[in-house]
């Protein structure tokens, strides 16, 4: 596995990118990675790819309000693995301080039906905290996350 760093994607990473985010995140989350990716700034794209150069992962840094912000994600069949780990690695070599929205619950559904896992156990593992800011709407309710180094 490796990671390519790009400030862009070609349009069949952000196609491979737009089938892995809704898959794998909330159904209330469809169809919002084109919306985040319209709304960066200063956009860093760390890509995972596998030995036959397909997309398994990728992660963002870009910068919202005076802050470096974060967005990851690695496909299903690949997570436990570590590649979440070196998605998280290479965004903190690229910036000291990192923050994102966390859905801290598992009580949505993913677009198979399934529970959608809240994650946070696995950003705590690696460095980050968890703050008492909070987004709270129809769509999403997560807490904020950051990491300094």
Not at 11 to 24: A, V, Y
Not at 40 to 68: P, Q
């Amino acid at each position: 596995m490796r990671i390519e760093i790009s400030k862009s994607l070609t349009e069949d990473q952000t196609k491979k990118i737009d089938h892995l985010w809704n898959e794998l995140y909330p159904i209330k989350l469809k169809n919002r990675f084109g919306m985040l990716l319209k709304d960066i700034k200063e956009d860093s794209h760390h890509i995972l790819l596998n030995e036959a150069n397909e997309v398994i992962g990728w992660a963002v840094a870009f910068l919202r309000d005076d802050e470096i912000w974060f967005s990851i994600l690695v496909s299903a069949e690949n997570q436990n693995e570590g590649y979440g780990k070196m998605l998280i690695d290479s965004l903190k070599r690229s910036s000291k301080k990192l923050c994102g929205w966390v859905i801290d619950h598992s009580n949505d559904l993913k677009q198979d039906g399934s529970n959608y896992h809240t994650p946070i156990q696995f950003y705590l593992k690696n460095g980050f905290i968890v703050t008492q800011e909070r987004i709270e709407t129809d769509i999403i309710s997560a807490v904020k996350i950051k990491f300094e180094a």
